[in-house]
């Protein structure tokens, strides 16, 4: 069984350009998170999808959004970056609730 | 919402047992995760707590007291390959469906 899978696993960005990272779950998983992991903060909720809908999102500025496709693959975008959004964007899906969460290899950003 | 601590870094030797702990002020808490995040590479599901109790699997065992708001990993038979950082998560109730992380307790396994 394939695991989540998220592309590209790096990518490097100069301030003010704007991208988009993807997120494949595990077949049959239909809800998929979205968090930012930096050192000093560690893991960060970004937003959370369930059959296309954002449940719920975390406290991030407008700049980023996310969307969720019917096969449940998601993408996020981040526009106007700045130096502070470097960091690892890791997706997580889930079957549902309480089911646990299986986390992507992540995507590195670097913002230069 | 909720506020995660645990230890920054913690230091154990082989074969030795460590235990890691968590608390956490929450409202609207459905339960508790540990995560064990090497270097470089995505968190991996060590435990999930939502009542009461201890929970065993292996050489790790997770404890949760709701009522204490205090959660605890605690990991027998350490190997090298356990230095990692271990990362606990609160899971929100009520329809929040997201995981609040503490920043992590890096383990070093030394011989």
Not at chain 1, 13 to 37: A, D, E, F, N
Not at chain 1, 67 to 84: C, K, W, Y
Not at chain 2, 52 to 60: M, T
Request: aromatic share 12%.
């Amino acid at each position: 069984k394939a695991g989540v899978t998220q592309t590209p696993r790096y990518l490097i960005k100069t301030r003010g350009q704007q991208v988009t990272l993807s997120c494949s779950p595990i077949s049959g998983h239909r809800s998929v998170s979205w968090y930012q992991q930096t050192p000093g903060q560690g893991l960060q909720f970004l937003f959370e999808y369930f059959s296309e809908t954002q449940r719920n999102k975390g406290n991030f500025p407008g700049r980023f959004s996310g969307r969720q496709f019917s096969n449940s693959r998601s993408e996020m975008n981040v526009s106007t970056l700045e130096l502070g959004d470097s960091a690892l964007y890791l997706c997580a899906s889930s079957p549902e609730l309480d089911s646990g969460y299986t986390f992507g290899s992540g995507t590195r950003l670097t913002v230069v | 919402g909720q506020n995660i601590d645990q230890p920054t870094e913690m230091t154990a030797t082989e074969g030795a047992i460590v235990q890691i702990n968590c608390t956490y002020q929450t409202s609207g808490f459905n339960g508790l995760f540990w995560y064990q995040q090497h270097a470089g590479e995505a968190p991996t599901f060590l435990s999930y707590n939502v009542l009461d109790g201890l929970e065993e699997k292996g050489r790790f065992s997770s404890f949760l007291s709701r009522s204490k708001g205090y959660s605890y990993l605690l990991l027998k038979e350490l190997q090298m390959k356990d230095s990692a950082s271990y990362l606990c998560a609160g899971e929100e109730g009520a329809g929040s469906y997201q995981l609040t992380f503490g920043k992590g307790t890096k383990l070093s396994v030394i011989p």
